[in-house]
């Protein structure tokens, strides 16, 4: 392995690391403030998240073994990332349906707030440096995750601005919005990542 290849593969634990950190704090607050304001854009918003720290802790240990061989595919980690998007899109469609049917009303919350602005300055760092080191060290899987990241930036300003008009202006219905907007960049994501691993 040359000197290049190795600090790029430092580099990509670098920032898996990094990414490890922020998602666990990312998936536990937006998950637990969801629930506690019963906001279906945070738990849609803390699932995808879940899934994000998941494709981080695969692509984490697919780099770590790949320091000791070459032959180590990354298949397996690109395709349990996939299935786990795709999966998610019926849990969130159905979170919307039950919210309806039931009633259910968001509460503002400034947690949620916060957690939004820290994921929109975060997010496009992690996502840059994913998306450099993967493609000069030709890593398939960073590169997919560094769509994820991208999806992640994106979600969190629609979540922002469903969690500011609520706080702001009292309205609730704008969380179910924004939770459709989070629907369709998790859609999104994952057909991206399907073509990438059929190239």
Same mark, same amino acid.
């Given at each position: 392995?040359? $000197?290049?290849q190795?600090?790029?593969?430092?580099?990509? &634990?670098?920032?898996?690391?990094?990414?490890i950190?922020?998602?666990?704090?990312?998936?536990l607050?937006?998950?637990?403030?969801?629930?506690?304001?019963?906001?279906?854009?945070?738990?849609?918003?803390g699932g995808?998240?879940? !899934?994000?720290?998941i494709?981080s802790?695969t692509?984490?240990?697919?780099l $770590? $073994?790949?320091?000791?061989?070459?032959?180590?595919?990354?298949?397996?980690? *690109?395709? !349990?990332?996939?299935?786990?998007?795709?999966?998610?899109?019926?849990? !969130?469609?159905?979170?919307? #349906?039950?919210?309806?049917?039931?009633? #259910? $009303?968001a *509460?503002?919350?400034?947690?949620?707030?916060?957690?939004?602005?820290?994921? !929109?300055? /975060?997010m496009?760092?992690?996502?840059?440096?994913?998306?450099?080191?993967?493609?000069?060290?030709? &890593?398939?899987?960073?590169?997919?995750?560094?769509?994820?990241?991208?999806? @992640?930036?994106?979600?969190?300003?629609?979540l922002?601005?469903?969690?500011?008009?609520?706080?702001?202006?009292?309205?609730?219905?704008?969380?179910?919005?924004?939770? @459709? /907007? #989070?629907?369709?960049? #998790?859609l999104?994501?994952?057909?991206?990542?399907?073509?990438? /691993?059929?190239?």
């Open positions: 392995m040359s $000197r290049l190795l600090e790029l593969r430092r580099r990509g &634990l670098t920032v898996e690391y990094a990414s950190v922020w998602m666990t704090v990312e998936s607050a937006a998950l637990s403030v969801g629930f506690g304001a019963s906001s279906l854009a945070l738990l849609a918003f995808d998240s879940v !899934i994000e720290l494709s802790w692509v984490l240990v697919y $770590r $073994r790949r320091d000791k061989t070459e032959t180590v595919q990354d298949e397996r980690a *690109e395709w !349990i990332t996939t299935f786990l998007l795709f999966l998610l899109v019926p849990t !969130i469609a159905f979170g919307l #349906i039950y919210n309806y049917l039931m009633g #259910i $009303r *509460e503002s919350s400034v947690l949620g707030i916060g957690l939004a602005i820290g994921a !929109i300055i /975060i496009p760092v992690l996502a840059v440096e994913k998306k450099r080191v993967g493609d000069k060290g030709n &890593l398939l899987s960073l590169s997919i995750d560094a769509i994820e990241s991208w999806t @992640c930036f994106f979600m969190s300003i629609a922002l601005g469903g969690l500011l008009a609520n706080y702001l202006w009292n309205f609730w219905w704008v969380d179910s919005a924004a939770a @459709c /907007i #989070i629907l369709f960049f #998790i999104r994501e994952a057909l991206e990542a399907l073509k990438e /691993i059929r190239k």
